[in-house]
């Protein structure tokens, strides 16, 4: 039987990790020889999740081969995935973004929901499959949701997501506020980070119209301290700008205590970013209160005004 490998997006965050390893499992119990891997180095907060459940990061590729079958979980456009991978065998896709960029030349299973992290998915497969989700498994699909909904505050968090987060803090028997923000808070440690690790840690490529752009993400528990590597970051932000051609750059900064963010914005095309929030940039910079989501309140609105 070959063996297929499953992974999520470049710059991988805890969803696509635990996805990854968790898919695995389940293709495995159905009689599948699968292996995770991943596309990117791991954050602080993943590492803390992997950690705390003693499972073993994924190996690590760049590209896939000629032919070699794949699953996708937690992303499908061709731009966020592995080097090659138009000309890979995409078997399944189990993802909660939208459908962008994507094409394969033979069917394949594919399930994407308006859900709040592609954990809550997988364990509707779990269920669907009559397969028995382990205490570590269970963890760390827990993890993911509570990453991807900032601990069921974030605005993309569904009834689904919070309901699937109780019950598999049960399976895992972990009390998930108290695991939740511990985790997160691991996540916001960044001091050892250079700037160019920083805006490249939760970063995705994303098209605007016919504008190339990319969006960043940091979480903290303290915007100020983040702001003083201001100028370090902005002149990172200028190098990978002028390096990949792209039109706008938007690095966020993200409260994960208080649910607000600070932007700061680079790019030819910076009008697009003011136009959609109203806000006028002050030295490239823009406070964006109650934001804390790029897939449901920043990447809408841009593309709503490229």
């Known amino acids: 039987m070959e063996e297929m490998i499953v992974f999520g997006h470049k710059s991988p965050d805890t969803d696509t990790i635990c996805s990854a390893i968790v ?54 456009e061709f731009s966020q995935s592995a080097n090659n991978i138009e000309n890979a065998k995409i078997k399944m896709v189990v993802d909660h973004h939208r459908i962008c960029d ?65 019950e598999l803090a049960q399976i ?10 511990e985790m997160l808070k691991a996540g916001t440690d960044l001091s050892d980070f250079s700037a160019k690790e920083l805006i490249g840690l939760d970063c995705k490529e994303c098209a605007l119209s016919d504008k190339k752009a990319k969006i960043a993400q940091v979480n903290t528990a303290d915007i100020n301290d983040m702001m003083t590597r201001k100028a370090e970051i902005e002149e990172t932000m200028k190098k990978d ?30 009008a697009i970013f003011e136009k959609g929030f109203n806000k006028k940039l002050e030295d490239n910079t823009a406070f964006l209160p109650g934001v804390v989501s790029r897939k449901k309140q920043i990447l809408p609105v841009l593309q709503e005004n490229a």
């Open 23 to 76: 898919m695995s499992d389940l293709q495995g119990k159905l009689g599948k020889k699968v292996k995770a891997v991943r596309l990117g180095e791991l954050n602080k907060e993943t590492e803390y999740a992997l950690k705390y459940l003693n499972v073993e990061k994924p190996e690590i590729i760049s590209e896939v081969e000629n032919g070699q079958e794949v699953i996708l979980v937690d992303h499908n």
């Open 172 to 181: 895992a028997n972990l009390d998930y506020q108290t695991y939740g923000l």
């Open 102 to 166: 994507f094409q394969t030349a033979e069917p394949l299973y594919y399930r994407a929901e308006p859900v709040g992290c592609t954990c809550t998915v997988l364990y509707k497969l779990y269920k669907e499959n009559n397969v028995e989700v382990s205490e570590k498994m269970a963890g760390l699909m827990l993890s993911a949701i509570i990453s991807d909904t900032l601990l069921l505050k974030s605005p993309t968090k569904t009834d689904e997501d919070e309901k699937a987060v109780k």
């Open 241 to 270: 700008i002028e390096e990949n051609g792209l039109d706008l750059f938007v690095f966020v900064i993200t409260d994960i205590i208080n649910s607000n963010s600070q932007a700061i914005v680079h790019g030819k095309e910076t």
